[in-house]
């Protein structure tokens, strides 16, 4: 499970420093994604959903699967395309989701239930870094990791992730995975660097949610959001850059931080893949890619994973 006193400890001790980015996503932390998400330069949520609803009815068709099961109960929005085409199909039985936050577990619950009232529902309250378990194993499932989440992880991590579902998963699932694609740097250091400032606010927020839950003083105006585009790791950086020289203190972990002037904190690593990197990335965690689907700018994919036969 999410440990914050144990990752702010190991991560912001010394340089170089970093915070996972899960710990983004308070209620507050949720709202800003949400708002991020409807941004004219992020185009990856509006992307993706378009390539879901363009290829849903068709990736249903061909792996009729009778349960959708989903890392992040994420916004129902993009979930609702293909609940609706398996229930098109009379297959839709049953949702899952692995979710960090109960309070977004519960909430995706309520909706769904008020929509499909039949929907089994089941819930795995975990980090899913560590997917231990996945519900409805008995019939062939959906396996989704929509959005880009995989860019989260580093190429190494990615793999580990990618293998433990695998290990998961019977020759009747098909594993989904969005992939931001690789493009022009301009246009991703745009959607990470939105002339409204929500991006900013939403790396900020993590100071808060340091002070909140460690008893820290961080004060988010010492801080300045910083995203850059690692062109050789393909990868869009996220820190969290002092204004000016920081001492503060996070006093449940009794944990005193200075930072120079200049000094960041690494926050999000976002990488970006080729069809190349993606199917690279699939075969080795002992999978292969069946389905690729790109929009016509090829900005975004839907990356469709199976056990190999
Ligand atoms: C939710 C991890 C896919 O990497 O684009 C958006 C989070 N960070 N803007 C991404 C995010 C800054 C997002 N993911």
New binding site residues.
């Given amino acids: 499970m999410a440990c914050l006193p144990r990752d702010a400890r190991a991560g912001l001790a010394a340089p170089p420093r970093r915070l996972p980015?899960k710990y983004?996503y308070d209620a507050r932390g949720s709202a800003l994604?949400e708002e991020?998400?409807r941004l004219p330069e992020?185009y990856?949520t509006r992307t993706e959903r378009a390539i879901l609803e363009r290829v849903a009815d068709d990736l249903i068709a061909e792996l009729t699967p009778r349960a959708l099961v989903e890392y992040?109960s994420g916004s129902a929005s993009k979930t609702r395309v293909l609940l609706d085409a398996m229930h098109a199909r009379g297959l839709l039985e049953a949702y899952g989701a692995v979710e960090v936050s109960e309070a977004a577990l519960l909430a995706s619950a309520r909706a769904l239930a008020a929509r499909y009232p039949a929907l089994e529902l089941e819930g795995v309250l975990a980090d899913f870094e560590r997917p231990l378990t996945l519900p409805f194993a008995d019939r062939p499932r959906l396996i989704l990791l929509l959005?880009?989440?995989?860019?989260?992880f580093a190429r190494e991590e990615a793999i580990d992730f990618l293998e433990r579902v695998r290990d998961l998963m019977t020759p009747a699932d098909g594993f989904l995975i969005?992939f931001?694609l690789v493009k022009e740097p301009a246009r991703l250091l745009s959607?990470?660097n939105d002339p409204a400032g929500v991006?900013a606010r939403?790396?900020l927020n993590v100071l808060r949610v340091l002070n909140r839950e460690l008893r820290g003083d961080l004060r988010p105006a010492d801080f300045e959001h910083v995203?850059v585009y690692d062109e050789e790791a393909a990868r869009?950086e996220?820190y969290l850059t002092a204004k000016r020289p920081v001492v503060a203190r996070l006093r449940s972990i009794d944990l005193e931080l200075r930072l120079d002037e200049g000094e960041r904190i690494l926050t999000?690593?976002?990488?970006k893949y080729t069809p190349e990197s993606a199917r690279a990335l699939v075969a080795g965690a002992g999978l292969d890619l069946v389905r690729w689907d790109t929009d016509a700018d090829a900005d975004f994919a839907l990356g469709l994973a199976r056990l190999p036969s």
């Fill in positions: 980015p983004f994604f991020i998400t992020y990856l992040g959005g880009s989440t995989v860019g989260n969005g931001d959607a990470y991006t939403f790396n995203a869009i996220m999000e690593l976002s990488h």
